[in-house]
């Protein structure tokens, strides 16, 4: 609608649309049929049957036909572009040869260079030219160009004018905390469409987009990767490390970048190389994909959400001896052999993670690695005008039944003033100390006390 007017309807072009949006592409055989069955279509539709057998060929052929016949160049519209080679990414001989398929029928559209006029492809991850686009030379990526970077999602403008009647007897602020936060280097940040609808629908918050199922191949990977939950929150990566997916070589920042599980927080320049900082988008998926995580750790996948919601409960009542048990509870919970199986080498960090993950996946407000005037919290978790400030330490070995106490973690919380910065907001603050034992793999102690 907005370029209705500014745009010369009577220059009509012929246009081809290719969709690889359906069909089973972990059969090694499917792809080609597919792409025979759509282009039988075509040549239905314009009459320009070729009699070649083979994809690119009767891809080629008919651009050049419609070109000649209709004295207009082609426009070229490629949807879901690299579905067949993500379908297929735990079948990796299938993906590759998928991958090598696509790769010669999207060489054809640059050898018909003169035939077309615009080509268009869209995708869920970005395949680096060398891998997928080595005969298309002439793309231009516009993933991450400002320009474009509100393309595909709604605005906060969008949300406040087209929506406007849907919003009566909703949170605006809470609209925004679990549904906004995609970022392409725009000047603003974009609300999932798919989570948006449904919201305005349901008249409820939800994790609707989440709950359309996430990968298992992705929770697999972030554990036999060890990367866990505080992992997530402080990631960093180049635009080549973001386009470094292929089959067999995917980077765990790509594919969380490219999936919508991890967005860009920040664009950092240093010494002429450009970082990009990455972080959670909002709410729905740090929830969602750290109540995944936990499951995957669990021995039984409904102790994480029977605990979640316990601690919220606790947190709540200020219950901080409850919460000290429930911690215990969940930590026992974890099966011996999953720690043996991911070697870990940094006991502080991995507690952390589950902590964290735990807290995450309860919908809590958490914060990693805190700055203050004096150093960094570890954890912080806001909860209905109160903090809570976490410091973890651990210990070669902590007797069990013996009670003890995590003196050094509460000491460094006094010391450093940690609660200095949270007293303005008025607030009750809590100091948390918690220790781990190496030997057990457990909380050793656990104690709370005011700030």
């Keep these: 609608m907005a370029i209705h007017d500014r745009w010369d309807w009577s220059v009509r072009h012929p246009v081809v649309r290719v969709s690889f949006g359906s069909g089973n592409f972990k059969d090694p055989d499917h792809l080609a049929a597919n792409l025979a069955a759509q282009l039988d ?14 994809g690119p060929d009767r891809f080629a052929h008919l651009l ?45 559209i ?64 809470e609209i925004r905390r679990w549904y906004n936060g995609y970022n392409w280097l725009g000047d603003e940040k974009v609300y999932n469409p798919f989570d948006v609808l449904l919201l305005f629908r349901r008249r409820k918050f939800g994790a609707w987009w989440f709950e359309t199922g996430t990968p298992t191949f992705l929770i697999d990977m972030l554990v036999q990767r060890g990367v866990g939950s505080l992992a997530l929150e402080r990631m960093t990566a ?32 240093r010494s002429g190389n450009t970082r990009y900082r990455l972080g959670y988008p909002n709410r729905e998926v740090r929830q969602g994909l750290n109540e995944s995580l936990l499951s995957r750790l669990a021995d039984n996948p409904s102790d994480p959400v029977r605990h979640r919601l316990r601690l919220y409960d606790l947190l709540e009542a200020d219950d901080f001896d409850g919460l000290g048990a429930l911690l215990k509870a969940f930590f026992a919970g974890i099966p011996y052999p999953w720690h043996v199986r991911n070697d870990i080498a940094d006991y502080e960090g991995y507690y952390a993670s ?6 995450a996946a309860a919908g809590l407000d958490v914060v990693v690695e805190d700055s203050t005037s004096r150093g960094r919290v570890d954890l912080t978790v806001r909860l209905d005008g109160r903090v809570c400030l976490f410091e973890f330490k651990v210990v070669a070995s902590a007797p ?52």
């Design 110 to 173: 640059k050898d018909c260079d003169a035939h077309v006029r615009f080509t268009l492809l869209t995708g869920v991850s970005r395949f680096s030219k060398v891998s997928l686009f080595s005969g298309l030379n002439n793309l231009v990526d516009i993933t991450l160009e400002p320009a474009y970077s509100a393309l595909c999602g709604y605005t906060e403008a969008d949300l406040d004018t087209v929506f406007a009647p849907e919003l009566p007897g909703l949170d605006r602020d």
């Design 64 to 108: 050049r036909t419609l070109h000649e016949r209709e004295g207009r160049r082609v426009v070229v519209l490629v949807d879901e572009y690299d579905k067949p080679i993500l379908d297929a990414l735990d079948a990796p001989e299938v993906a590759r040869a998928n991958r090598d398929f696509l790769r010669g029928l999207y060489a054809t």
């Design 354 to 359: 589950v902590f964290h993950a735990l807290f």
């Design 400 to 451: 069990e039944g013996v009670p003890r106490r995590p003196t050094a973690a509460l000491a460094q919380l006094r010391e450093r003033g940690y609660a200095d910065k949270y007293r303005a907001a008025g607030g009750p603050v809590r100091l948390i100390a918690v220790e781990f034992s190496k030997q057990t793999r457990n909380v050793a102690a656990f104690e709370a006390a005011p700030a």
């Design 41 to 54: 279509a075509h040549e239905r539709g314009t009459d320009a049957a070729s009699g070649y057998a083979a």
């Design 238 to 269: 180049t635009d080549a490390l973001l386009s470094a997916f292929d089959v067999g070589a995917v980077g765990t920042e790509a594919l969380l970048f490219q999936t919508g599980y991890l967005t860009i927080e920040a664009e950092e320049h």
